[in-house]
Nanobody, 129 residues
Framework: QVRLVESGGGSVQAGGSLRLSCAASGYTYATSCMGWFRQTPGTEREGVAD???????NYAASVVGRFTIYRDNGQNTLYLQMNNLKPEDTAMYYCAAVPLCRRLGWIRPPTKVEQWPYWGQGTQVTVSS
Protein backbone atom coordinates (compact mmCIF):
# COMPACT_ATOMS: atom_id res chain seq x y z
CA GLN A 1 0.00 0.00 0.00
CA VAL A 2 1.02 3.62 -0.44
CA ARG A 3 3.17 4.89 2.41
CA LEU A 4 4.62 8.36 2.89
CA VAL A 5 6.97 9.08 5.78
CA GLU A 6 8.15 12.62 6.48
CA SER A 7 11.26 13.55 8.41
CA GLY A 8 13.57 16.50 8.94
CA GLY A 9 11.38 18.81 10.97
CA GLY A 10 12.65 20.58 14.06
CA SER A 11 13.12 23.88 15.83
CA VAL A 12 15.20 26.67 14.32
CA GLN A 13 15.62 30.39 14.74
CA ALA A 14 14.33 32.83 12.18
CA GLY A 15 16.66 32.98 9.20
CA GLY A 16 17.67 29.38 9.60
CA SER A 17 17.21 26.44 7.25
CA LEU A 18 15.72 22.97 7.31
CA ARG A 19 15.36 20.24 4.74
CA LEU A 20 12.29 18.04 4.91
CA SER A 21 12.23 14.58 3.36
CA CYS A 22 9.35 12.34 2.37
CA ALA A 23 10.14 8.68 1.73
CA ALA A 24 7.57 7.08 -0.55
CA SER A 25 6.76 3.41 -1.06
CA GLY A 26 4.03 1.14 -2.34
CA TYR A 27 3.55 2.74 -5.75
CA THR A 28 5.46 3.89 -8.83
CA TYR A 29 6.96 7.08 -7.45
CA ALA A 30 8.43 8.45 -10.69
CA THR A 31 5.03 8.87 -12.34
CA SER A 32 3.38 10.58 -9.38
CA CYS A 33 2.57 14.16 -8.55
CA MET A 34 3.92 15.11 -5.14
CA GLY A 35 3.21 18.01 -2.86
CA TRP A 36 4.10 19.62 0.47
CA PHE A 37 1.38 21.11 2.63
CA ARG A 38 1.30 22.68 6.07
CA GLN A 39 -1.22 23.25 8.80
CA THR A 40 -1.39 25.07 12.10
CA PRO A 41 -3.99 24.34 14.82
CA GLY A 42 -7.38 25.77 13.96
CA THR A 43 -6.55 26.53 10.36
CA GLU A 44 -7.05 24.73 7.08
CA ARG A 45 -4.26 22.77 5.48
CA GLU A 46 -2.59 24.83 2.77
CA GLY A 47 -0.40 24.00 -0.17
CA VAL A 48 3.25 24.99 0.05
CA ALA A 49 4.76 23.52 -3.11
CA ASP A 50 4.14 20.78 -5.61
CA UNK A 51 6.04 18.95 -8.33
CA UNK A 52 4.82 16.86 -11.21
CA UNK A 53 6.35 13.78 -12.79
CA UNK A 54 8.42 15.99 -15.11
CA UNK A 55 9.73 17.95 -12.12
CA UNK A 56 7.79 21.07 -12.99
CA UNK A 57 7.20 22.97 -9.77
CA ASN A 58 4.74 25.39 -8.25
CA TYR A 59 5.00 27.39 -5.03
CA ALA A 60 2.75 29.30 -2.70
CA ALA A 61 3.44 33.03 -2.93
CA SER A 62 4.57 33.14 0.71
CA VAL A 63 7.50 30.78 0.11
CA VAL A 64 8.71 31.79 -3.35
CA GLY A 65 12.44 32.42 -3.30
CA ARG A 66 12.89 30.71 0.07
CA PHE A 67 11.67 27.12 -0.41
CA THR A 68 12.66 24.60 -3.08
CA ILE A 69 10.82 21.37 -3.80
CA TYR A 70 12.64 18.60 -5.62
CA ARG A 71 12.47 14.87 -6.05
CA ASP A 72 14.88 11.98 -6.30
CA ASN A 73 13.18 9.28 -8.34
CA GLY A 74 16.04 6.85 -7.75
CA GLN A 75 15.50 7.06 -3.99
CA ASN A 76 11.71 7.49 -4.12
CA THR A 77 12.10 10.58 -1.99
CA LEU A 78 10.63 14.06 -2.06
CA TYR A 79 12.42 17.01 -0.49
CA LEU A 80 11.60 20.51 0.63
CA GLN A 81 14.59 22.78 1.22
CA MET A 82 13.48 25.66 3.40
CA ASN A 83 15.77 28.67 3.74
CA ASN A 84 15.36 32.01 5.49
CA LEU A 85 12.66 30.55 7.69
CA LYS A 86 10.21 32.90 9.36
CA PRO A 87 8.08 32.43 12.49
CA GLU A 88 5.01 32.29 10.25
CA ASP A 89 6.41 29.14 8.66
CA THR A 90 5.78 27.32 11.95
CA ALA A 91 3.39 24.44 11.19
CA MET A 92 3.02 20.72 10.79
CA TYR A 93 4.28 19.86 7.32
CA TYR A 94 2.79 17.02 5.32
CA CYS A 95 3.71 15.41 2.04
CA ALA A 96 1.04 14.09 -0.29
CA ALA A 97 0.93 12.00 -3.44
CA VAL A 98 -1.19 11.41 -6.51
CA PRO A 99 0.14 8.22 -8.12
CA LEU A 100 -0.05 8.06 -11.91
CA CYS A 101 -1.29 11.63 -11.94
CA ARG A 102 -0.91 12.24 -15.68
CA ARG A 103 -2.58 8.94 -16.52
CA LEU A 104 -5.46 10.00 -14.28
CA GLY A 105 -5.83 13.17 -16.32
CA TRP A 106 -3.96 15.68 -14.18
CA ILE A 107 -2.03 18.01 -16.50
CA ARG A 108 -0.50 19.55 -13.41
CA PRO A 109 -0.80 18.65 -9.71
CA PRO A 110 -4.19 19.18 -8.06
CA THR A 111 -4.83 22.54 -6.45
CA LYS A 112 -7.28 21.38 -3.77
CA VAL A 113 -6.25 19.52 -0.64
CA GLU A 114 -9.11 17.03 -1.00
CA GLN A 115 -7.85 16.00 -4.43
CA TRP A 116 -4.71 14.45 -2.96
CA PRO A 117 -5.51 10.85 -1.94
CA TYR A 118 -2.41 9.89 0.05
CA TRP A 119 -0.78 11.67 2.98
CA GLY A 120 2.05 11.21 5.40
CA GLN A 121 1.81 11.64 9.16
CA GLY A 122 3.51 15.03 9.19
CA THR A 123 6.64 16.55 10.66
CA GLN A 124 6.65 19.62 12.91
CA VAL A 125 8.58 22.75 12.00
CA THR A 126 8.93 25.47 14.64
CA VAL A 127 10.64 28.78 13.88
CA SER A 128 11.39 31.13 16.74
CA SER A 129 12.01 34.85 16.41
Amino acid sequence: QVRLVESGGGSVQAGGSLRLSCAASGYTYATSCMGWFRQTPGTEREGVADIDSNSSTNYAASVVGRFTIYRDNGQNTLYLQMNNLKPEDTAMYYCAAVPLCRRLGWIRPPTKVEQWPYWGQGTQVTVSS
